[in-house]
């Protein structure tokens, strides 16, 4: 019963945080489209450099840094560590961005999640009633 709870509860937090979505930022005409993104953390953002001119993707704080994207390059990163981080290009200081990383367990939609949880739950009432049965318990 325990290794059972231990692993739903796995389940529940790492799972949503290993799913994670794959969203991308274009750099066109030296600016970030969009210039604000919000992911859920655990999801991975590339930008791809549509310009033909090097761009960067370089956190005003430093927690990231993409170095030289070239001109039809592309570069990403899973992002994990919830916050809202400001970017912009180490060649053109008018081109900025921000990037929020929100929490995995915010999902406020039956989605995913919902389904991942109700399916749990179907599955571990499932294995009580087995067990109970073989032992004898269920009149
Ligand atoms: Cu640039």
Redesign the pocket.
């Known amino acids: 019963m325990k290794k059972l709870l231990a692993i739903v509860i796995v389940a529940l937090f790492v799972a949503p945080m290993a799913m994670g979505a794959n969203h991308v930022v274009n ?1 066109t005409g ?1 600016t970030y489209v969009p210039g604000t993104l919000t992911v859920t953390q655990g999801d991975s953002v590339t930008w791809t450099n549509s ?1 033909a ?4 993707v370089t956190d005003t704080s430093g927690a990231f840094n993409s170095g030289n994207i070239l001109a039809g390059g592309s570069w990403g990163k899973r992002f994990t560590v919830i916050g809202q981080y400001g970017y912009k ?4 200081p008018a ?1 900025v961005g921000t990037l929020i990383v929100t929490p995995v367990y915010t999902i406020p939609s039956m989605t995913t999640y919902g389904l991942a949880l109700l399916a749990l739950l179907l599955i571990a009432s499932t294995v009580l009633v087995l067990r109970r049965k073989r032992a004898g318990a269920v009149a």
């Open positions: 750099m030296n310009d001119v090097t761009h960067t290009c180490n060649f053109h081109m």
